[in-house]
């Protein structure tokens, strides 16, 4: 019993500091020596307490990275990196209220500034730079075929 209150004690700590994936938390509170099976007990009484959610996490990790400059695809692949369902990361980045056109533009002017590319080479070049940021082709078309 004692474990478990470490245990729970140690989580609500790491939940209070930011948002955790499940298998996340599991993953940082195995690594301290804890008991796998304990780790996961807990986990699921702070999920049915409403203290874990990968909905919630990846809500904030969204936001977080769409903030940051990174397109969808890539925020995509980190959420499913860090244990959080297809399922729920799809619905998040759909829910996100960010305009992808937009900010690939964005992340684009920032990066080579407003004038378009003026050869295949710098076209490539920030076709290349998009895409490394998670944009979908649809978005770097936009960006680089709409610079103004």
Known sequence: MAELRELHHAAVAMLARR????????????????EAALCEQVLQELEAQGLLSDQRYAEAYVRMRANRG????R???ELR??????IIA???LEQAEVDWLELAREVRKKRF???PPVDFAERAKQMRFLQYRGFSQEQINFATEGAE
Request: net charge negative.
């Open 19 to 34: 948002e955790h994936s499940h298998q996340e938390l599991l993953h940082k509170l195995s690594s301290k020596g804890h």
């Open 70 to 73: 990174y397109g969808p695809v």
């Open 75 to 77: 925020i995509r692949h």
């Open 81 to 86: 990196e860090k244990g959080v369902s297809s």
């Open 90 to 92: 799809t619905a998040e």
């Open 113 to 115: 500034g407003d004038a």
